[in-house]
């Protein structure tokens, strides 16, 4: 299917109308094991088009996996023709070129489920007999956004990912990696990895639950940046007032630092063909900028940074690859500090229960260690904690950065993060295992 | 070539390609939304999607490709793909696989529909929200918003057993909800429920539901929430309304019953359970009011269907039977490696997704008392109702949840309003605790369950009526 055609019938169907139209192609492939074998495996290849069009201070806009560009032309006709008045339109972007490209490796896009099936087969057998389980995902996506204000966009970008976790006597261990490149996805070192974890996860302990000084590692600060990305950096609830983000004001530890970057494994431009750059969300501790669309900008009056999510922007634009810039330390260095704390892995089934004051409840998940005088002691049962994500990232809160950038998949193509192990001064965990 | 003639061209292939069982769903789907904050439509979302999803097996492994192209060329590369699929899970194989045999049907079924949802004018749906939304404004919200969402899905069915099913199903929701900001935090009140009220219906329901008539209370109870006191710590008796009660369902005991996660094939993603199919027909799982069934029939209900996407028939059966555990969520593979001989629950969330075991309608059988009684004869306790937030470790036991609104219980009688109620507790200790059901069962509807990789959106069924449980851990913060 081609943009230009697209936006040709269209702009000839609706005279006048302010009309931006996106092609987009998906071949999208995830092998998926448990219990140590390849029970799901699955490819799908989609092409959407869609179509956002303003007339007469009406808006509409319309998705199709079909290519009927006459049934399309009279259905958005159709919904503008009765469609509420939209007062707020922000008009259409103006013709930019992209900032820059994506990674696009061509041996990712050609990727086979026999090559996907050999990483999940090395991981297995690197962990030596334990039951093993998660997944391996490969991605090509391209794009093309015409638009009548004179935009014109076309790129594409590629996408893997690896999730999996050993298990044994009722613990779990994981390794995960995003990338541009399914060549970054080393099976054999995730699964030998996981395997020398889990075996450290015999016989845990419950501890009472309180407040402890923690060194949470990637897989868990990943959750941090996610929280953040939606509810705080998010343009709409900035302009709701259900942000706690304040631009210019030290909201943050000085040694926080987190940018948004869509070059890793992004798409370098959003549905209303914005181009994306790397934009610094936090400066050493200082809040300095919010993720808009067109809409939550106009309201802002600031430009948009290229973050709507298109027919998903009911819930508001948001940054998409959230990364914490790295510091200089090893979590070696960071456990070799702590007096009395836990050593988190990874966090399970995290939920808002304040946007306002991005307090969450969750539990710990795939590794859980008490570290007494600098040395890790014994595994820990899981814990449920209920805590204020930015409270814990605080001025003063922050004890170490870890130098390690472990990017971490997201549950959709293109989606990723680039977190880095923290140590923090406290941790509110309230409640055990046995509740 | 029908869409039954592509389903079966796609089979072929796959057969052709070394398959010995493939099955193919050609699917259809039209989605419409809208949206309204403060008295303004945002956009209007209106989507059409249709395509072809082949399932393969091969010796013991299974193979899915899916693909927008409805034509007999697509259809067949369609089939091999999925079967080649297949040959490379062997790389990595897993014990012998069957399937458990089912009935061959050839039928249709189509949900019950009174209005036309996507048939009724936009502008017609564009003042109700519009109107919605600003009643809560007037009334004090800080930020007012409403709206609805419509699925109206045709499938077709065929597998190389011989099926050919075909359904029509549409799905309607609608919902309102006011937030007020103040003192720091954010205050949420919504009707029915944060996510709206969804089921197998057409714009009848949303008729039903009466939004105008709600949206002042919504707005007045943020509002009054942001200066509430702050729900008491402690354990202490705990009073539930429906809709809470539908996602304490859904998450302790729907997603808990689950055959694949009971098996281990959830568990990097959405987890494993606490359940152990050798107790399968003997496990407490709850007091004697527990009686909790599997009915895809409910008509009217989100989860309901005429066959599950495996041609499967709609089954009625009980997950829970006063309080014993006596049933499962299964599909004809994990039911033949557990050696159960029925399957039922397997759903697609759209023709490029790989139909799994899923919630149909999972819920409540009603209870001998009613809400009033229930509270009349709680001497101290909170009552709480529509859930906020949710949380549950990976084998489903381990839980806490928000409400968006509570009060204290004292002497029998409802008193102050609380804010930030939250409640946490372990499954079988909790439902164990239930001591009052009520009879006033809704069927909830669920339209956002996520599961799977790549990741799925179910659309489930929960009745639900409010219950009591004793000595539950309350007011839980950071």
Same mark, same amino acid.
């Given at each position: 299917?081609?943009?230009?055609?697209?936006?040709?019938?269209?702009?000839?169907?609706?005279?006048?109308?302010?009309?931006?139209?996106?092609?987009?192609?998906?071949?999208?492939?995830?092998?998926?094991?448990?219990?140590?074998?390849?029970?799901?495996?699955?490819?799908?290849?989609?092409?959407?088009?869609?179509?956002?069009?303003?007339?007469?201070?009406?808006?509409?806009?319309?998705?199709?996996?079909?290519?009927?560009?006459?049934?399309?032309?009279?259905?958005?006709?159709?919904?503008?023709?009765?469609?509420?008045?939209?007062?707020?339109?922000?008009?259409?972007?103006?013709?930019?070129?992209?900032?820059?490209?994506?990674?696009?490796?061509?041996?990712?896009?050609?990727?086979?489920?026999?090559?996907?099936?050999?990483?999940?087969?090395?991981?297995?057998?690197?962990?030596?007999?334990?039951?093993?389980?998660?997944?391996?995902?490969?991605?090509?996506?391209?794009?093309?956004?015409?638009?009548?204000? $004179?935009?014109? *966009?076309?790129?594409?970008?590629?996408?893997?990912?690896?999730?999996?976790?050993?298990?044994?006597?009722?613990?779990?261990?994981?390794?995960?990696?995003?990338?541009?490149?399914?060549?970054?996805?080393?099976?054999?070192?995730?699964?030998?990895?996981?395997?020398?974890?889990?075996?450290?996860?015999?016989?845990?302990?419950?501890?009472?639950?309180?407040?402890?000084?923690?060194?949470?590692?990637?897989?868990?600060?990943?959750?941090?940046?996610?929280?953040?990305?939606?509810?705080?950096?998010?343009?709409?609830?900035?302009?709701?007032?259900?942000?706690?983000?304040?631009?210019?004001?030290?909201?943050?530890?000085?040694?926080?630092?987190?940018?948004?970057?869509?070059?890793?494994?992004?798409?370098?431009?959003?549905?209303?063909?914005?181009?994306?750059?790397?934009?610094?969300?936090?400066?050493?501790?200082?809040?300095?900028?919010?993720?808009?669309?067109?809409?939550?900008?106009?309201?802002?009056?600031?430009?948009?940074?290229?973050?709507?999510?298109?027919?998903?922007?009911?819930?508001?634009?948001?940054?998409?690859?959230?990364?914490?810039?790295?510091?200089?330390?090893?979590?070696?260095?960071?456990?070799?500090?702590?007096?009395?704390?836990?050593?988190?892995?990874?966090?399970?089934?995290?939920?808002?229960?304040?946007?306002?004051?991005?307090?969450?409840?969750?539990?710990?998940?795939?590794?859980?260690?008490?570290?007494?005088?600098?040395?890790?002691?014994?595994?820990?049962?899981?814990?449920?904690?209920?805590? $204020?994500?930015?409270?814990?990232?605080?001025?003063?809160?922050? *004890?170490?950065?870890?130098?390690?950038?472990?990017?971490?998949?997201?549950?959709?193509?293109?989606?990723?993060?680039?977190?880095?192990?923290?140590?923090?001064?406290?941790?509110?965990?309230?409640?055990?295992?046995?509740? | 070539?029908?869409?039954?003639?592509?389903?079966?061209?796609?089979? %072929?292939?796959?057969?052709?390609?070394?398959?010995?069982?493939?099955? =193919?769903?050609?699917?259809?789907?039209?989605?419409?939304?809208?949206?309204?904050?403060?008295?303004?439509?945002?956009?209007? =979302?209106?989507?059409?999607?249709?395509?072809?999803?082949?399932?393969?097996?091969?010796?013991?492994?299974?193979?899915?490709?899916?693909?927008?192209?409805?034509?007999?060329?697509?259809?067949?590369?369609?089939?091999?793909?999925?079967?080649?699929?297949?040959?490379?899970?062997?790389?990595?194989?897993?014990?012998?696989?069957?399937?458990?045999?089912?009935?061959?049907?050839?039928?249709?079924?189509?949900?019950?529909?009174?209005?036309?949802?996507?048939?009724?004018?936009?502008?017609?749906?564009?003042?109700?929200?519009?109107?919605?939304?600003?009643?809560?404004?007037?009334?004090?919200?800080?930020?007012?918003?409403?709206?609805?969402?419509?699925?109206?899905?045709?499938?077709?069915?065929?597998?190389?057993?011989?099926?050919?099913?075909?359904?029509?199903?549409?799905?309607?929701?609608?919902?309102?909800?006011?937030?007020?900001?103040?003192?720091?935090?954010?205050?949420?009140?919504?009707?029915?429920?944060?996510?709206?009220?969804?089921?197998?219906?057409?714009?009848?329901?949303?008729?039903?539901?009466?939004?105008?008539?709600?949206?002042?209370?919504?707005?007045?109870?943020?509002?009054?929430?942001?200066?509430?006191?702050?729900?008491?710590?402690?354990?202490?008796?705990?009073?539930?309304?429906?809709?809470?009660?539908?996602?304490?369902?859904?998450?302790?005991?729907?997603?808990?019953?689950?055959?694949?996660?009971?098996?281990?094939?959830?568990?990097?993603? =959405?987890?494993?359970?606490?359940?152990?199919?050798?107790?399968?027909?003997?496990?407490?799982?709850?007091?004697?009011?527990?009686?909790?069934?599997?009915?895809?029939?409910?008509?009217?209900?989100?989860?309901?269907?005429?066959?599950?996407?495996?041609?499967?028939?709609?089954?009625?059966?009980?997950?829970?039977?006063?309080?014993?555990?006596?049933?499962?969520?299964?599909?004809?593979?994990?039911?033949?490696?557990?050696?159960? +001989?029925?399957?039922?629950?397997?759903?697609?969330?759209?023709?490029?997704?790989?139909?799994?075991?899923?919630?149909?309608?999972?819920?409540?059988?009603?209870?001998?008392?009613?809400?009033?009684?229930?509270?009349?004869?709680?001497?101290?306790?909170?009552?709480?109702?529509?859930?906020?937030?949710?949380?549950?470790? +990976?084998?489903?036991?381990?839980?806490?949840?928000?409400?968006?609104?509570?009060?204290?219980?004292?002497?029998?009688?409802?008193?102050?309003?609380?804010?930030?109620?939250?409640?946490?507790?372990?499954?079988?200790?909790?439902?164990?605790?239930?001591?009052?059901?009520? %009879?006033?069962?809704?069927?909830?509807?669920?339209?956002?369950?996520?599961?799977?990789?790549?990741?799925?959106?179910?659309?489930?069924?929960?009745?639900?009526?409010?219950?009591?449980?004793?000595?539950?851990?309350?007011?839980?913060?950071?």
């Amino acid at each position: 299917m081609n943009a230009d055609q697209v936006l040709q019938a269209m702009a000839k169907a609706l005279p006048g109308a302010d009309v931006e139209v996106r092609v987009e192609y998906r071949d999208s492939a995830l092998t998926r094991f448990a219990n140590s074998f390849i029970h799901q495996n699955v490819a799908e290849q989609t092409t959407t088009l869609g179509v956002r069009a303003n007339h007469a201070g009406r808006t509409v806009s319309v998705t199709t996996t079909t290519v009927d560009l006459e049934s399309l032309a009279e259905r958005t006709k159709a919904a503008l023709a009765v469609a509420p008045l939209d007062p707020a339109w922000p008009g259409l972007t103006a013709p930019s070129p992209l900032v820059a490209e994506s990674v696009v490796d061509d041996a990712t896009a050609n990727a086979t489920p026999d090559e996907r099936a050999s990483i999940v087969r090395d991981f297995v057998e690197a962990a030596k007999g334990l039951e093993t389980a998660g997944y391996c995902r490969s991605a090509h996506w391209t794009g093309s956004y015409r638009s009548t204000a $004179g935009q014109s *966009l076309d790129a594409a970008a590629t996408d893997a990912a690896f999730d999996g976790i050993a298990r044994l006597n009722g613990a779990d261990a994981v390794a995960r990696r995003a990338s541009a490149r399914l060549s970054d996805v080393d099976g054999t070192a995730m699964g030998e990895r996981v395997a020398a974890s889990v075996r450290s996860l015999a016989d845990p302990v419950e501890l009472e639950p309180g407040r402890y000084e923690v060194v949470l590692m990637p897989e868990a600060t990943a959750d941090i940046l996610h929280a953040l990305a939606m509810y705080s950096f998010n343009g709409r609830f900035f302009a709701d007032g259900r942000s706690f983000a304040e631009p210019g004001a030290t909201q943050f530890d000085s040694s926080i630092s987190i940018v948004d970057d869509p070059f890793f494994a992004g798409r370098p431009y959003d549905p209303e063909g914005t181009p994306r750059t790397r934009l610094t969300l936090v400066d050493k501790g200082v809040t300095k900028a919010i993720a808009h669309d067109r809409r939550t900008a106009a309201q802002a009056g600031v430009a948009s940074t290229g973050h709507s999510l298109g027919e998903e922007g009911v819930f508001g634009p948001m940054p998409l690859n959230p990364a914490f810039l790295p510091g200089t330390g090893s979590v070696d260095d960071m456990v070799a500090n702590v007096e009395r704390g836990l050593l988190v892995t990874d966090f399970w089934y995290t939920r808002v229960l304040d946007p306002k004051t991005l307090v969450i409840t969750g539990l710990t998940r795939n590794g859980v260690w008490l570290i007494e005088n600098g040395k890790v002691v014994r595994a820990v049962r899981n814990l449920r904690f209920t805590q $204020g994500y930015a409270q814990a990232l605080a001025p003063g809160q922050v *004890l170490a950065v870890g130098s390690e950038v472990v990017p971490q998949p997201n549950r959709r193509d293109l989606v990723n993060s680039a977190p880095v192990a923290l140590r923090l001064a406290s941790w509110n965990f309230t409640g055990g295992a046995s509740g | 070539m029908t869409y039954f003639g592509l389903a079966e061209t796609a089979i %072929s292939a796959a057969l052709d390609a070394g398959a010995r069982y493939a099955d =193919a769903r050609v699917m259809h789907r039209r989605y419409e939304s809208m949206n309204a904050r403060n008295g303004e439509v945002e956009e209007l =979302a209106s989507d059409e999607s249709a395509g072809l999803g082949v399932r393969a097996l091969v010796g013991s492994s299974w193979g899915f490709f899916a693909v927008p192209t409805l034509s007999e060329a697509g259809a067949r590369q369609a089939g091999t793909r999925a079967a080649e699929i297949a040959k490379a899970s062997a790389r990595v194989p897993g014990p012998a696989l069957d399937l458990i045999p089912t009935q061959v049907n050839t039928a249709s079924w189509q949900s019950d529909c009174v209005i036309d949802p996507i048939g009724v004018a936009l502008s017609e749906k564009g003042d109700l929200l519009t109107h919605a939304s600003k009643l809560i404004l007037e009334h004090g919200a800080t930020l007012a918003e409403a709206q609805y969402q419509i699925w109206d899905t045709t499938k077709w069915f065929a597998s190389s057993e011989g099926h050919r099913i075909d359904q029509h199903i549409r799905e309607t929701g609608a919902g309102i909800t006011a937030t007020s900001i103040g003192n720091g935090e954010s205050q949420r009140r919504s009707y029915p429920a944060a996510r709206g009220q969804y089921g197998t219906r057409g714009w009848e329901l949303v008729h039903d539901l009466d939004l105008l008539a709600h949206a002042p209370r919504v707005a007045e109870e943020s509002r009054a929430l942001l200066t509430a006191p702050l729900c008491p710590s402690g354990e202490t008796t705990l009073i539930l309304g429906g809709e809470q009660m539908c996602l304490q369902i859904h998450e302790s005991v729907g997603h808990a019953i689950e055959l694949d996660r009971i098996l281990g094939w959830e568990a990097a993603f =959405a987890g494993t359970s606490w359940l152990d199919l050798n107790q399968l027909g003997s496990l407490k799982y709850g007091s004697e009011l527990m009686n909790i069934i599997i009915d895809p029939a409910i008509p009217g209900a989100l989860g309901s269907f005429g066959f599950d996407d495996e041609g499967t028939p709609a089954q009625r059966r009980y997950a829970v039977q006063n309080g014993i555990w006596k049933g499962v969520l299964a599909g004809r593979d994990s039911a033949a490696r557990a050696g159960l +001989d029925y399957g039922g629950s397997v759903r697609s969330d759209g023709w490029a997704r790989l139909p799994m075991v899923r919630m149909t309608n999972v819920g409540l059988e009603p209870g001998p008392h009613t809400l009033e009684e229930i509270i009349a004869s709680t001497d101290d306790g909170v009552f709480m109702e529509n859930n906020r937030s949710w949380s549950i470790d +990976d084998k489903r036991l381990n839980f806490q949840f928000g409400c968006e609104i509570g009060y204290e219980v004292k002497n029998g009688k409802l008193g102050r309003m609380v804010r930030n109620p939250t409640y946490t507790g372990i499954g079988p200790k909790f439902w164990s605790s239930m001591d009052m059901l009520s %009879s006033e069962i809704i069927n909830w509807g669920t339209p956002n369950c996520g599961k799977g990789q790549p990741s799925q959106t179910g659309h489930t069924g929960h009745p639900a009526a409010p219950a009591r449980f004793q000595n539950v851990r309350v007011g839980v913060r950071s």
